[in-house]
């Protein structure tokens, strides 16, 4: 069964540093989505993205947050420079056309020190 | 705003123990609504929806009733399992491909042989 797949598992980076999270979404998939969840705290939305453009960000979102479809098969999110509360586990989701069910990925923890 | 209420865990069962989790949904007009499952180490995993009140979503031995006299969506089983012991997440969407989806905390559960 085809699955979100994400990379690394476990980022760990100094407060100030730019991180990339990589994601695979499902192949025939053409929405994407990036949620985070800060230790115990809910899964938040952080941003939607179709047809090479964001569609929805959330307030979370800001100016340090970015991301891109750089090839056919990845979907990446980058924070430009981490601040000690970006830490939290990040999940990459993916749906097809005419449906609202997304599919999940493992996450990535990203811990900022 | 829209926003997810879910039951505070963790819960502890012994198997074949009766499993209730409750969830609870504030949203204009007409969500759809999911519980998701995450297995230590796995994504979130898609485990029932329902798209209309009255509608009973069903998976793996899970139900859940789409109650919009109640804006409830608990989730039940009859007789749990040792394999069932993971994170349950209710969730709503406004029901558009690329619409977010609005989480609670996740309810950890923990069953015991």
């Known amino acids: 069964e085809p699955e979100v797949t994400q990379t690394p598992s476990h980022q760990v980076t100094q407060m100030g540093q730019e991180v990339i999270l990589r994601c695979v979404p499902i192949?025939?998939?053409?929405?994407f989505y990036w949620y985070r969840q800060i230790l115990g705290q809910k899964v938040e939305f952080l941003v939607s993205?179709?047809?090479?453009?964001?569609?929805?960000k959330s307030e979370i979102f800001d100016d340090q947050f970015s991301v891109e479809r750089p090839d056919g098969s990845n979907f990446t999110l980058k924070i430009r420079s981490t601040k000690l509360e970006d830490s939290a586990m990040y999940f990459c989701a993916s749906t097809r056309r005419g449906t609202d069910e997304q599919y999940f990925g493992p996450g990535t923890r990203l811990t900022v020190t | 705003g829209d926003s997810v209420t879910q039951m505070e865990g963790p819960v502890t069962l012994s198997e074949e123990a009766f499993l209730t989790i409750n969830c609870t949904y504030t949203?204009?007009?007409?969500?759809?609504l999911f519980w998701y499952v995450q297995y230590p180490g796995e994504g979130l995993q898609l485990l029932l929806k329902a798209t209309k009140a009255d509608d009973k979503g069903s998976n793996k031995g899970f139900e859940a009733t789409y109650r919009k006299e109640t804006t409830s969506f608990h989730l039940e089983k009859g007789s749990v399992q040792v394999s069932d012991s993971a994170v349950y997440f209710c969730a709503l969407s406004k029901g558009s491909t690329l619409g977010r989806l609005y989480f609670g905390r996740g309810t950890q559960l923990t069953v015991w042989p």
């Open positions: 192949s025939n998939h053409l929405y």
């Open positions: 949203a204009t007009g007409y969500p759809s």
């Open positions: 993205f179709y047809n090479n453009e964001i569609s929805e």
